[in-house]
Structure formats: C-alpha cells, structure tokens
C-alpha cells in the first residue's frame, strides 16, 4: 500500500499537459471487441482503469501491445464471452464489454462491476436498453447472463441520460439489423469522441451530444487508428489545484468548452482565466470568495468528477456555499477526512453546506474513491503543515504521474510505501 507526504503551502506555477480522457479510452477499448482488424488507440494514460480493461481484454482473447503510450490490440482471435468477478470488480467500466461482447458472440456472461465506492449505480438501464435490442438477460449468482439470437435496431428512450447506459447501448448497436435510435443519451463529451470512433472504424453513427443518438446497423467494423479527447476532469483539478493553493497554472491540451461550467465558477470565485487554443491559464493572487451554489448536474451542467475538487476550494474561500450532488447519493465521503484538516462542513441529504475557513491543516487523511481522494490531496497542497494522504490506489485509477506533474508545478508531494 502507498500514500502521498505533502508539505502544504507552495504556491504552483508552470505548465502541466492533460492526459487523454479516461472516460473516452475505456469505452473505446470495449468497442475495439467489434473489430475484424486491429485498432491503435493513441496516447493511453497508464492508469490503473486502464491496466484492469487491458486485462479482460486479454481474458477475451484480445492481443494487446504497448508501442510507447499507444496501445494496439487485435480482437481477431477473441473467443471468450465471459468476464469473471476477480476483473470485473476492479474496474466499473468493465460493464460497458457487454454490449461489445454480446454483439459479437451472442451470448455473455459478466460479473457485476466494481470500481469506486460512491453510491448506487445500478446497470437497469443498461439491461433494459439491452433487451429492447433482442436481448435475453437473467441475473444469477451476482452475474448478468446475456443471449441472443440477433440484434435487432429499436427505439430506446433513457429514462435519464445514463452515460454508461448510453454507450453500452451504442456498442450493441452497431452491428444490429436496422436502425437503432437512443432518445434522451447522454451529451458528454466522451459520448461524441466514441461516435468518432466508431465511425472511424466503419460504423453509422450520428447525433452524439444532441440528446439523440441515430445508430445504423453494418456487419463488420474494420480496424483503424484513434485519438481520443483530453481529460477534461483531469485538467479541471489541477485549475482547482491552483485556484486553492495560489500561482499561476497553464493546462495544455484541455478544451474549454467542455470545461465551460466549470471556468464560469473559478470566475465567480474571483480566478483570472485566460483562453488560447488549447490552453486554459489560471491566475490565483489571493484569498478567493465562495461561489454561492453548486449543482452537479449531466453535462453540460457541473460535473459530479469536479463536485469534490470545488468543495475542497469552497472549504478554504470566504463566505458560505451550498454543494447539491444530484447524481451519487454518497458521494461526501471525504467530508469527514476534510474535517480532519479543519473544514467547516455540514451535509444534510444531497447538500453540503460549507462555511470557509482560513486554511487546511496538515492532517493524515484516507481517500474512500477517486475524485475524494483528489480533492484531499488539492486540500493537502493548500494546507499548513504536513499532510498524509493514505490509500492513494483509487487516485491511481484515474491520473497518471499525478505526483510528478504537481511537483512539476512546485508542489511538495511524493509517494511512499505505508
């Protein structure tokens, strides 16, 4: 088990260059199931998601090769339809091989998904989605068990805009018998950059981000090469991490119109922001002022990955501020690893209601998931004194070099073995 040691109070200057989009890779390699031919996908982050989807992939019987950070795998041999718990526990994006899986093999078998700890996320609208496409799906034993005989296009209406559900759907749907419309789909981002990769490797498939999703079935998808979008979520943090702790940060390679809710907070809390190409530049001068309300919301709303990271900066800003989590119903776990560094915070059913303080405490703390963990780690960087922060393997699951690129910055963080 590692842990990160910060000494807190460096204020961060420099550039750092965003990673590819976790959230835009995972589902693309389940796609890469589909193929006749091998499919590069550029610039993988090595995350340990990443490593996890690698590894089913491999259980399939898919061949996959790093050639630097671009990652080749050949499905041609594939001839297992099966993903045991052991993999799909670590990783809850294994669930989006299902819809790839059973449209190759008519047939699957996969544990229930893992991942982070952060409430409910229940496949229902993964499995209706699916059986409205031909598919027979019973639940035993802590496995979904998938058959058909053919996949068939239908009208899907989302009961909400499942981000998951969404591209589960548009996996089993490329190679269907007909036209398939996903009505109320998701609009992130990742959702348009797997459109642009199916397409890319043959499929019919149009109207990603519009809340309408029209997929046109073909019967083979052909190899090709892809690079897929920056990690917006990434690149958000580490302007979360300069608004907290004071400098100035350039974030490379980020897009800010995916980041566009964010940014209009920063500004509210009183950031200078600056917008050139693909550069986003973060000015932080002094103590900043709490934005009133955040909402997380499906996009193009505030994002649930950037809920942690901006309450950590509204622990610190003056004034008072109300965070609503709309779409995780445990998602404050690190409220009370917060309060260790001397947050001032009070969360009632969705809502956290924070009263700013002057600053963190260095403080031992354990991160519970992902982007909780981030967002001690942002608290460790602006807090006085030495931090600790322990069980660092979920923030692995999601940024690469996250230690090194801070430090980069002027950060005191390293890795340690507990």
Known sequence: MEKYVINGGNKLYGNVEIQTAKNAVLPILAAAVLTDGGVTVLNVPRISDVNNMVKILARLGCKTTFEGDNLYIDSSNADCCEIPSELAHEL????FLLGSIISRFQRAKIAYPGGCDIGLRPVDLHLTGLKRLGVQITERNGYILCKCEKLRGNEIMLDCPSVGATENIMLAAVKAEGTTVIKNSAREPEIEDLQKFLNVIGAKVSGAGSGTIVIEGVKTLRGGVFQPIHDRIE?????VAGAMCGGEVEVDCACAENLSSLLHKLRENGCNIGIKNDKIILESNRRLTSVKTIETQPYPGFPTDL???????CCICSGQSIITENLFETRFKYVPELRKMGADIT???RSAFVRGVDRFKGASVTAYDLRGGAALVLAGLAAEGR???????HIDRGYGSFEYKLRSLGADIVRMTV
Request: glycine content about 4%.
């Open 307 to 313: 809920q942690a990271q901006m309450t950590a900066l």
């Open 347 to 349: 969360v009632i059913n």
């Open 92 to 95: 809850r994006s294994s669930v």
């Open 235 to 239: 690149a958000g943090t580490f302007l």
């Open 387 to 393: 931090s600790e922060i322990l069980n660092i393997s």
